[in-house]
């Protein structure tokens, strides 16, 4: 007696894939809750260009507003990507990361030709910090704001 074989494979739906956030940020302006903490991050930025280039918002053309925003948005973009690649490591099997591949460069070098159009430049006056200072004080002002809660 011959047995009938049957075939029991049943196609699955990839499951969804790892995503960095950077296009829920670019398209609805949100930050997936994990990266919710980048939006501080990207709030000072925007007030250190706006200080930086003509120190109070009213001061500013159009056109600068429009490039600080740009900027910003762009830098959101790169710190979600940054942020899943620490979580998930730079290379996808031999190949570089997709996120890394795809745009990284390019979001960088936008945001540093924005920067120049906007004239920011290097400053070592006896007011400026370094990044180490300013990480330091965030973590004291995180560490301050944890005390105060418990």
């Known amino acids: 007696m011959q047995e009938k074989q049957t075939s029991m494979t049943v196609k699955l739906r990839p499951g ?4 960095h956030g950077g296009y829920s940020f670019l398209t609805r302006g949100e930050l997936p809750e994990s990266r919710a903490y980048i939006e501080l991050y990207l709030t000072q930025v925007r ?8 120190s109070v918002e009213e001061n500013l053309t159009t ?4 490039l600080i925003d740009r900027t910003v948005s762009i830098l959101g973009v790169l710190r979600c990507i940054e942020e899943h690649v620490k979580d ?8 570089l990361s997709t996120s890394l591949r795809q745009a990284y460069l390019a979001y960088n070098n936008s945001v540093r030709l924005n920067l120049v159009v906007l004239g920011v430049e290097k400053r070592a006056d ?9 990480i330091k004080e965030f973590d004291d002002e ?9």
Do not use: C, F, H, P
């Open 63 to 66: 056109a600068q507003l429009i």
């Open 16 to 19: 969804r894939r790892g995503s």
């Open 47 to 54: 007030e250190g260009l706006i200080r930086d280039i003509g």
């Open 142 to 150: 995180k560490a301050a704001r944890e005390e105060g809660k418990v």
């Open 126 to 134: 006896a007011g400026s910090r370094t990044a180490l200072e300013i």
């Open 88 to 95: 998930n490591g730079v290379m996808q099997g031999e190949t």
